[in-house]
């Protein structure tokens, strides 16, 4: 098994995300309340059960105009996480995961993606394994309970403290703390995402096969993220940030049908990421410009000093448009004035 | 609404309607909210019950959105079962979501006839003269699009963008599955080729 060693590569991001002009914004409101000590319990058992039992079932996930239905097979015992997601509809697509090394396999395509998981640093994966985190950001509160996939489970609602995320509600098992629901909802309440179990196995059996690749991969092209390898110099841009975002990573990619080179940036807030894509001279004048949504995607695209900015992630237009804005020189959308989203309590 | 318009609807999103009457019926859904609003309703009915009949479906989703559907529920009437429970809630949120302005079905036919549109089907579409909703008809999604969509559709990168911040969003290993999902979806829903890094 692979070892998640710590790259040069990551090495000197990490140097630069310690060194870098970004800086998130000051958490708005009252950032230091905590929720009630039955939450973290919650919280912490889900945490616990998600990386440590052994479970198989079958979910749902939606968005917007698309529904997926997917099986998952986890062991967590034995202390590495093994976990196989294939689809059920559709076109197959099956993504293994042993530790820190992911595959998403694409039979379709002849293809195996070939990533590493973040080796729970810099950013500690917040939800599952640090919620304390998430604290100044989101408020938790129960929210009574529902049965999911014929199983009782507490709710949790995670609310944002400001306009800058989204909000999640939480199914979490009554008895085995896995977590069966998951929505993602939007400012104005509406469901934008979600993941819900149809069925459950919260005591399997979880045996080698099942964690295997159900194609024979062995003629498939292995795409290597050799992208991550490329480090960029320093950007003569920086930013600020909506609070509690981070960057997470840097690097060069290649992307779309022409194959042009862009800068990618990740930042996250432990719970919600973004990406920033810069084309540092684009050939083309039809690229984004402005502001659009779809489901829980938000995009914004800008021309601006011979570059052209893209931020997408599966956060508010507030959120993408404050990064771009501050990118390209644009007006910023003032959504302070707003409001925290999540002071109505 | 009237009956009639209500089949014409219908009769579209089987892939029946002549050519001919296209034209004037998205016209008048485009000026119509409460149409748009029952059309999409439509929309995210037949879509759920694809997704039914998956045999790994537990969960009587169809009746409960049936259920939910307003009395004006048309064609799916007869199926309706009135153990609503409050499943639909989140379905009904997703298509106000989904829905922006305006609403265009894609069809190869509709964009021929619209000067300003014609990348969207070389990108998007086989140049088949079939129309989008009915060749997707079998591969169990209906799409609808909002007229918001067009500029993430006709930035022929946006769809790449997505797919590479999934992946990488993915590799935080947060939320559980919801970044494998959102990798899944987009890998989906993407075309051949200009999703992932070709050359990685």
Same mark, same amino acid.
């Given at each position: 098994?692979?070892?998640?060693?710590?790259?040069?590569?990551?090495?000197?991001?990490?140097?630069?995300?310690?060194?870098?002009?970004?800086?998130?914004?000051?958490?708005?409101?009252?950032?230091?309340?905590?929720?009630?000590?039955?939450?973290?319990?919650?919280?912490?058992?889900?945490?616990?059960?998600?990386?440590?039992?052994?479970?198989?079932?079958?979910?749902?996930?939606?968005?917007?105009?698309?529904? #997926?239905?997917?099986?998952?097979?986890?062991?967590?015992?034995?202390?590495?996480? +093994?976990?196989?997601?294939?689809?059920?509809?559709?076109?197959?697509?099956?993504?293994?995961?042993?530790? #820190?090394?992911?595959?998403?396999?694409?039979?379709?395509?002849?293809?195996?993606?070939?990533?590493?998981?973040?080796?729970?640093?810099?950013?500690?994966?917040?939800?599952?394994?640090?919620?304390?985190?998430?604290?100044?950001?989101?408020?938790?509160?129960?929210?009574?309970?529902?049965?999911?996939?014929?199983?009782?489970?507490?709710?949790?609602?995670?609310?944002?403290?400001?306009?800058? +995320?989204?909000?999640?509600?939480?199914?979490?098992?009554?008895?085995?703390?896995?977590?069966? +629901?998951?929505?993602?909802?939007?400012?104005?309440?509406?469901?934008?995402?979600?993941?819900?179990?149809?069925?459950?196995?919260?005591?399997?059996?979880?045996? #080698?096969?099942?964690?295997?690749?159900?194609? =024979?991969?062995?003629?498939?092209?292995?795409?290597? #993220?050799?992208?991550?390898?490329?480090?960029?110099?320093?950007?003569?841009?920086?930013?600020?940030?909506?609070?509690?975002?981070?960057?997470?990573?840097? +690097?060069?990619?290649?992307?779309?049908?022409?194959?042009?080179?862009?800068?990618?940036?990740?930042?996250?807030?432990?719970?919600?990421?973004?990406?920033?894509?810069?084309?540092?001279?684009?050939?083309?004048?039809?690229?984004?410009?402005?502001?659009?949504?779809?489901?829980?995607?938000?995009?914004?695209?800008?021309?601006?000093?011979?570059?052209?900015?893209?931020?997408?992630?599966?956060?508010?237009?507030?959120?993408?448009?404050?990064?771009?804005?501050?990118?390209?020189?644009?007006?910023?959308?003032?959504?302070?004035?707003?409001?925290?989203?999540?002071?109505?309590? | 609404?009237?009956?009639?318009?209500?089949?014409?609807?219908?009769?579209?999103?089987?892939?029946?309607?002549?050519?001919?009457?296209?034209?004037?019926?998205?016209?008048?859904? =485009?000026?119509?909210?409460?149409?748009?609003?029952?059309?999409?309703?439509?929309?995210?009915?037949?879509?759920?019950?694809?997704?039914?009949?998956?045999?790994?479906?537990?969960?009587?989703?169809?009746?409960?959105?049936?259920?939910?559907?307003?009395?004006?529920?048309?064609?799916?009437?007869?199926?309706?079962?009135?153990?609503?429970?409050?499943?639909?809630?989140?379905?009904?949120?997703?298509?106000?979501?989904?829905?922006?302005?305006?609403?265009?079905?894609?069809?190869?036919?509709?964009?021929?006839?619209?000067?300003?549109?014609?990348?969207?089907?070389?990108?998007?579409?086989?140049?088949?003269?079939?129309?989008?909703?009915?060749?997707?008809?079998?591969?169990?999604?209906?799409?609808?699009?909002?007229?918001?969509?067009?500029?993430?559709?006709?930035?022929?990168?946006? =769809?790449?963008?997505?797919?590479?911040?999934?992946?990488?969003?993915?590799?935080?290993?947060?939320?559980?599955?919801?970044?494998?999902?959102?990798?899944?979806?987009?890998?989906?829903?993407?075309? =051949?080729?200009?999703?992932?890094?070709?050359?990685?």
């Amino acid at each position: 098994m692979r070892k998640p060693a710590m790259s040069p590569w990551w090495a000197v991001v990490l140097l630069f995300a310690a060194t870098t002009a970004w800086a998130s914004e000051p958490v708005p409101g009252d950032s230091n309340a905590e929720p009630d000590a039955d939450v973290r319990v919650l919280l912490a058992r889900m945490g616990e059960a998600m990386r440590g039992r052994d479970y198989e079932g079958t979910f749902i996930y939606r968005r917007a105009d698309h529904v #997926d239905t997917l099986q998952v097979f986890h062991r967590g015992s034995g202390g590495r996480e +093994r976990e196989r997601l294939i689809t059920l509809a559709g076109k197959a697509r099956e993504i293994v995961r042993d530790g #820190d090394d992911v595959r998403c396999i694409l039979p379709d395509r002849g293809k195996v993606l070939v990533g590493h998981q973040h080796s729970r640093k810099p950013f500690p994966t917040a939800l599952f394994d640090n919620p304390e985190a998430l604290f100044p950001l989101y408020r938790f509160e129960r929210d009574g309970g529902e049965r999911i996939a014929g199983r009782d489970a507490e709710v949790i609602q995670v609310s944002p403290r400001d306009a800058y +995320r989204f909000g999640h509600r939480l199914w979490v098992d009554s008895e085995a703390g896995l977590l069966l +629901r998951s929505d993602v909802i939007d400012e104005a309440g509406e469901i934008v995402e979600q993941i819900i179990f149809t069925n459950v196995d919260v005591n399997a059996q979880v045996d #080698d096969a099942e964690l295997a690749p159900s194609t =024979d991969v062995s003629t498939f092209a292995e795409v290597p #993220d050799s992208a991550a390898e490329v480090m960029l110099t320093l950007p003569a841009w920086s930013g600020d940030l909506p609070p509690g975002y981070q960057l997470i990573k840097r +690097r060069q990619r290649h992307v779309g049908a022409d194959q042009v080179a862009v800068e990618h940036l990740l930042f996250s807030d432990g719970l919600s990421s973004v990406s920033v894509f810069i084309d540092p001279a684009p050939e083309r004048d039809d690229l984004l410009q402005g502001d659009t949504r779809h489901g829980a995607a938000s995009a914004f695209g800008a021309y601006h000093d011979g570059r052209h900015v893209t931020v997408v992630g599966e956060v508010p237009v507030a959120t993408v448009e404050f990064i771009g804005a501050r990118l390209t020189g644009g007006e910023t959308a003032d959504v302070a004035g707003a409001g925290p989203a999540g002071t109505a309590q | 609404m009237s009956d009639p318009i209500r089949e014409q609807l219908s009769a579209l999103m089987d892939g029946e309607l002549p050519a001919g009457e296209q034209d004037l019926l998205l016209r008048r859904l =485009d000026a119509d909210p409460a149409l748009r609003a029952w059309w999409q309703r439509q929309h995210r009915a037949r879509e759920v019950l694809r997704n039914e009949a998956s045999p790994y479906m537990e969960v009587d989703l169809a009746g409960r959105v049936m259920a939910a559907l307003d009395d004006d529920s048309g064609f799916v009437a007869e199926t309706v079962k009135p153990n609503g429970a409050s499943w639909w809630r989140p379905v009904a949120g997703l298509a106000v979501a989904a829905s922006v302005a305006t609403v265009a079905i894609i069809g190869v036919q509709q964009f021929q006839s619209q000067g300003d549109a014609p990348m969207l089907v070389a990108e998007r579409l086989p140049t088949s003269g079939t129309p989008l909703w009915a060749s997707r008809e079998n591969s169990g999604i209906t799409r609808v699009v909002a007229a918001a969509d067009e500029g993430r559709l006709r930035d022929p990168r946006l =769809d790449a963008y997505l797919a590479s911040h999934a992946e990488q969003a993915m590799m935080l290993g947060s939320g559980g599955w919801l970044p494998y999902s959102r990798l899944v979806g987009q890998v989906e829903e993407t075309p =051949d080729g200009l999703a992932l890094d070709a050359n990685r």
